[in-house]
């Protein structure tokens, strides 16, 4: 079933249908000031953060409700109904509408009873409270009142657990007031006797808004309870059933802002307003309410800003291949995706509730590798932040916090950021990210210097770049397990997978293993030919080991626990097949042609299903070590044999570096929201972003996908695409262009920028193959293998690449 389709020329997604399986949602603003909006106008929003700063309230896992409300009344028949299908619910055969998300975005249109309704949700750029620009039109032949009332609803302290469950205080601190044309809350209002600086018990007042422009307010509401009326709900509140509302505040238990006003419309006329809402202190509220006394033409303005700025970043690459489905996922959703999960790491979604105050460690690195090649300055400023970030042993901090302080944190060796963050413990492959994220970025910009910038390390000291990755190094070298591979620590990616202290782990001796080639790198860059060779004598001696330990007849084992028991063997009962370690056995390099070949057939033949490889096989139930912590899950869930969609990723990338192209796009289509258009009544989420993982064959659900937005999956499947099926492999010193496609395309265009220049690459493939490279030309000249030094890059560079 559909709901929905692609403008690939907007880039939005047109949702059609408002009954959608789950609330299909999109991201307004940035954590200066943060908006999830659904597609039936539920959602919340922030300021800073979303542990902390929490401004509308939204109640999670229930029925998306309440949001950002505005209500339409005709004021001779009485009947009302709401911009957003919900929350009126009007019935769908007499209401028609449609959600427009956009890039930092959302338009819904509704058309009702001879009414036709626009209202555009959005934050300005670079400001820090959200718009709901309304525009009404009467499509009737008759003459309308009409009565629009627009709702919101605040929390009554910005921390969301204090609000929702610590009511025996949060009920009692909140006044609302009108103030001509907004209505005001306060927080603490009765410390308002305070002078500047000071506190009671670190509180002071806080001010929110709720504000209207374009129209003058008619009547208003401050009341959660006033507005909605008893045994009322939010699809028939009193005060929009009356026409009119109380005109009264609040004094403790629920505030909200509610604000009314009345129209006439002429047939074919159009009256256009704007409510705004943020955590402001009144005066400023004031003026940025005067600000959009002429809404029509302010609005328009500041939307086409935030157009304008969004395809400007997607613009930087952008492809056009014989799958539209590839093309819309590549040139907008993916890449918006990596976006919203860099801005927003686990920060806020419908799922994650906003309160994981910091940055994981492993997510955030992770994370930048999908922007790099979109935004390379952003990239690098999250990048130094991360290496600040990283402990003087080399170590991560497992929870970065959102006031961190580089070079006067606690790290996981003190009590104290143990009770402060929950991580008892380093996780064993934190800091191993940063080695693909920095070569990535230095590889895609040629930026040297950055190599030999200094940067603090988390707890005390500093080092360069190059001195940072060495540390990492240093860390997984001083914690070995028994055989002498990286010990597991307190985990490796798998958060459900604990081999213990003295266990290891082969993803992650896999991980070290790549680390150190890349690092070879950084050290010929840097002629350390002592370091050269120190590299090369213990990634010799870790292959060797990996080779003699984990190879295991057709398949690469997932590690050893710390009594010694081998996990992922192929006659164990449960979990015998595991599909990362034999997806990054070929990212490493370690993997031989004949290893890389079977192991990626078992994956193929024991993993794969019509959603994408599962975690591993068979699930865990009751033969699961000490340490599996998956069998807690439900078969089929998650980790425990779940379709972890991560990790597709890394099989799409593995298989293209194989130059399996056929399979790399399979594996592409099998997981991609694009392509699951039509079945979103098995997916549920939204057909235009990553989940966290899908059910898989083992759950009666299999098929229906879970955690939107904010995950790992989105870097690392535009990774596999960019880097694998697209073949964009740059390094130190220009670009490799190796595609791994299917046979069936015979023609794909890139537009890539790339180190200052503008480059135009055009793939033919006449002879129907998966990979390799026949002939490249740079701007008409040909040029030996598929590799193009830098000093070939014009301004504007035109390549051509003939497979063969």
């Given at each position: 079933?559909?709901?929905?389709?692609?403008?690939?020329?907007?880039?939005?997604?047109?949702?059609?249908?408002?009954?959608?399986?789950?609330?299909?949602?999109?991201?307004?603003?940035?954590?200066?000031?943060?908006?999830?909006?659904?597609?039936?106008?539920?959602?919340?929003?922030?300021?800073?953060?979303?542990?902390?700063?929490?401004?509308?309230?939204?109640?999670?896992?229930?029925?998306?409700?309440?949001?950002?409300?505005?209500?339409?009344?005709?004021?001779?028949?009485?009947?009302?109904?709401?911009?957003?299908?919900?929350?009126?619910?009007?019935?769908?055969?007499?209401?028609?509408?449609?959600?427009?998300?956009?890039?930092?975005?959302?338009?819904?249109?509704?058309?009702?009873?001879?009414?036709?309704?626009?209202?555009?949700?959005?934050?300005?750029?670079?400001?820090?409270?959200?718009?709901?620009?309304?525009?009404?039109?009467?499509?009737?032949?008759?003459?309308?009142?009409?009565?629009?009332?627009?709702?919101?609803?605040?929390?009554?302290?910005?921390?969301?657990?204090?609000?929702?469950?610590?009511?025996?205080?949060?009920?009692?601190?909140?006044?609302?007031?009108?103030?001509?044309?907004?209505?005001?809350?306060?927080?603490?209002?009765?410390?308002?006797?305070?002078?500047?600086?000071?506190?009671?018990?670190?509180?002071?007042?806080?001010?929110?808004?709720?504000?209207?422009?374009?129209?003058?307010?008619?009547?208003?509401?401050?009341?959660?309870?006033?507005?909605?009326?008893?045994?009322?709900?939010?699809?028939?509140?009193?005060?929009?059933?009356?026409?009119?509302?109380?005109?009264?505040?609040?004094y403790n238990e629920n505030s909200c802002g509610a604000l009314s006003t009345v129209i006439t419309l002429e047939p074919g006329e159009s009256r256009e307003?704007?409510?705004?809402?943020?955590?402001?202190?009144?005066?400023?509220?004031?003026?940025?309410?005067?600000?959009?006394?002429?809404?029509?033409?302010?609005?328009?303005?500041?939307?086409?800003?935030?157009?304008?700025?969004?395809?400007?970043?997607?613009?930087?690459?952008?492809?056009?291949?014989?799958?539209?489905?590839?093309?819309?996922?590549?040139?907008?959703?993916?890449?918006?995706?990596?976006?919203?999960?860099?801005?927003?790491?686990?920060?806020?979604?419908?799922?994650?509730?906003?309160?994981?105050?910091?940055?994981?460690?492993?997510?955030?690195?992770?994370?930048?590798?999908?922007?790099?090649?979109?935004?390379?300055?952003?990239?690098?400023?999250?990048?130094?932040?991360?290496?600040?970030?990283?402990?003087?042993?080399?170590?991560?901090?497992?929870?970065?916090?959102?006031?961190?302080?580089?070079?006067?944190?606690?790290?996981?060796?003190?009590?104290?950021?143990?009770?402060?963050?929950?991580?008892?413990?380093?996780?064993?492959?934190?800091?191993?990210?940063?080695?693909?994220?920095?070569?990535?970025?230095?590889?895609?910009t040629g930026n040297f210097a950055f190599i030999d910038e200094v940067i603090p390390f988390a707890n005390k000291d500093e080092g360069t770049v190059y001195?940072?990755?060495?540390?990492?190094?240093?860390?997984?070298?001083?914690?070995?397990?028994?055989?002498?591979?990286?010990?597991?620590?307190?985990?490796?990616?798998?958060?459900?997978?604990?081999?213990?202290?003295?266990?290891?782990?082969?993803?992650?001796?896999?991980?070290?293993?790549?680390?150190?080639?890349?690092?070879?790198?950084?050290?010929?860059?840097?002629?350390?030919?002592?370091?050269?060779?120190?590299?090369?004598?213990?990634?010799?001696?870790?292959?060797?080991?990996?080779?003699?330990?984990?190879?295991?007849?057709?398949?690469?084992?997932?590690?050893?626990?710390?009594?010694?028991?081998?996990?992922?063997?192929?006659?164990?009962?449960?979990?015998?097949?595991?599909?990362?370690?034999?997806?990054?056995?070929?990212?490493?390099?370690?993997?031989?042609?004949?290893?890389?070949?079977?192991?990626?057939?078992?994956?193929?033949?024991?993993?794969?299903?019509?959603?994408?490889?599962?975690?591993?096989?068979?699930?865990?139930?009751?033969?699961?070590?000490?340490?599996?912590?998956?069998?807690?899950?439900?078969?089929?869930?998650?980790?425990?044999?779940?379709?972890?969609?991560?990790?597709?990723?890394?099989?799409?990338?593995?298989?293209?570096?194989?130059?399996?192209?056929?399979?790399?796009?399979?594996?592409?289509?099998?997981?991609?929201?694009?392509?699951?258009?039509?079945?979103?009544?098995?997916?549920?989420?939204?057909?235009?972003?990553?989940?966290?993982?899908?059910?898989?064959?083992?759950?009666?659900?299999?098929?229906?996908?879970?955690?939107?937005?904010?995950?790992?999956?989105?870097?690392?499947?535009?990774?596999?695409?960019?880097?694998?099926?697209?073949?964009?492999?740059?390094?130190?010193?220009?670009?490799?262009?190796?595609?791994?496609?299917?046979?069936?395309?015979?023609?794909?265009?890139?537009?890539?920028?790339?180190?200052?220049?503008?480059?135009?690459?055009?793939?033919?493939?006449?002879?129907?193959?998966?990979?390799?490279?026949?002939?490249?030309?740079?701007?008409?000249?040909?040029?030996?293998?598929?590799?193009?030094?830098?000093?070939?890059?014009?301004?504007?560079?035109?390549i051509e690449f003939y497979m063969s």
């Open positions: 079933m559909r709901y929905g389709y692609f403008d690939e020329e907007k880039k939005e997604y047109v949702i059609t249908r408002p009954d959608t399986p789950a609330p299909w949602v999109n991201y307004l603003g940035s954590p200066e000031y943060g908006a999830i909006v659904s597609n039936n106008a539920g959602g919340y929003s922030f300021a800073k953060s979303g542990a902390n700063g929490r401004i509308l309230r939204y109640i999670f896992n229930q029925f998306d409700q309440p949001g950002r409300y505005i209500y339409l009344r005709d004021n001779d028949t009485k009947d009302y109904w709401s911009a957003s299908w919900q929350p009126v619910g009007k019935d769908l055969s007499e209401y028609k509408s449609e959600c427009h998300h956009g890039t930092a975005y959302t338009k819904m249109m509704a058309d009702y009873s001879g009414i036709h309704s626009e209202v555009r949700y959005y934050v300005p750029l670079g400001q820090s409270y959200e718009v709901w620009n309304l525009k009404v039109t009467n499509c009737s032949d008759r003459k309308r009142e009409i009565s629009v009332t627009g709702y919101a609803e605040f929390t009554n302290n910005s921390n969301y657990e204090q609000d929702q469950v610590n009511l025996q205080y949060s009920q009692y601190i909140t006044r609302t007031v009108f103030c001509g044309d907004r209505v005001r809350q306060m927080i603490h209002a009765n410390l308002d006797g305070l002078k500047d600086g000071e506190e009671v018990d670190n509180k002071n007042v806080f001010n929110r808004f709720f504000g209207l422009a374009g129209e003058k307010v008619s009547s208003w509401c401050g009341d959660r309870e006033k507005f909605l009326g008893r045994y009322h709900g939010y699809n028939n509140p009193s005060g929009v059933e009356a026409g009119v509302l109380c005109n009264e505040g609040n307003m704007a409510f705004l809402a943020g955590m402001k202190e009144d005066n400023e509220a004031a003026e940025i309410i005067a600000h959009y006394a002429d809404c029509e033409k302010t609005c328009a303005v500041e939307l086409e800003e935030l157009i304008s700025y969004w395809h400007g970043q997607l613009a930087h690459f952008q492809i056009r291949t014989p799958s539209p489905e590839f093309d819309t996922m590549i040139n907008t959703w993916n890449a918006y995706n990596c976006f919203m999960t860099f801005i927003w790491s686990r920060a806020a979604s419908f799922t994650y509730c906003g309160l994981r105050n910091g940055y994981g460690y492993r997510d955030t690195v992770q994370d930048i590798q999908g922007v790099i090649h979109l935004a390379p300055q952003m990239a690098l400023d999250k990048i130094r932040f991360m290496l600040s970030a990283q402990v003087d042993n080399g170590g991560g901090l497992p929870l970065v916090k959102f006031t961190h302080n580089p070079g006067h944190e606690d790290t996981p060796d003190d009590a104290s950021y143990v009770q402060e963050t929950g991580h008892p413990a380093y996780r064993a492959d934190d800091a191993l990210w940063l080695f693909p994220t920095v070569y990535k970025y230095i590889s895609e001195e940072h990755l060495k540390r990492a190094i240093d860390f997984s070298m001083n914690h070995l397990g028994r055989h002498g591979m990286p010990a597991g620590l307190y985990a490796d990616w798998n958060d459900c997978l604990r081999l213990g202290k003295d266990g290891e782990s082969t993803f992650v001796a896999l991980q070290f293993y790549y680390a150190m080639t890349i690092l070879k790198e950084f050290a010929k860059y840097k002629k350390d030919e002592k370091y050269i060779k120190y590299l090369e004598e213990k990634q010799e001696q870790l292959g060797k080991l990996i080779q003699e330990l984990c190879w295991n007849e057709d398949r690469f084992i997932r590690g050893f626990t710390e009594r010694g028991e081998v996990i992922g063997k192929r006659t164990d009962p449960e979990a015998n097949m595991w599909l990362n370690p034999q997806s990054w056995a070929v990212i490493s390099g370690l993997a031989t042609e004949r290893q890389a070949d079977l192991a990626l057939q078992m994956v193929y033949e024991r993993l794969n299903t019509e959603y994408g490889a599962i975690l591993m096989d068979p699930p865990y139930h009751a033969n699961a070590f000490d340490g599996a912590l998956a069998v807690i899950y439900n078969a089929g869930t998650k980790e425990n044999a779940g379709i972890f969609s991560q990790s597709q990723g890394w099989l799409i990338l593995a298989e293209a570096l194989c130059g399996h192209g056929e399979r790399a796009f399979n594996y592409f289509l099998e997981n991609a929201p694009a392509a699951q258009n039509d079945r979103a009544e098995i997916r549920q989420l939204e057909p235009y972003c990553y989940g966290q993982f899908t059910e898989g064959k083992a759950s009666p659900n299999f098929g229906r996908s879970h955690v939107h937005w904010l995950t790992g999956t989105a870097s690392t499947v535009m990774v596999g695409c960019v880097e694998g099926i697209l073949g964009m492999r740059p390094d130190f010193y220009g670009l490799r262009i190796a595609p791994s496609i299917p046979k069936e395309w015979e023609k794909f265009e890139i537009s890539k920028d790339f180190r200052g220049c503008h480059l135009h690459i055009t793939v033919k493939n006449p002879g129907h193959v998966e990979a390799g490279c026949k002939k490249l030309y740079v701007n008409g000249e040909e040029l030996p293998g598929n590799y193009i030094p830098q000093e070939k890059l014009t301004g504007e560079t035109e």
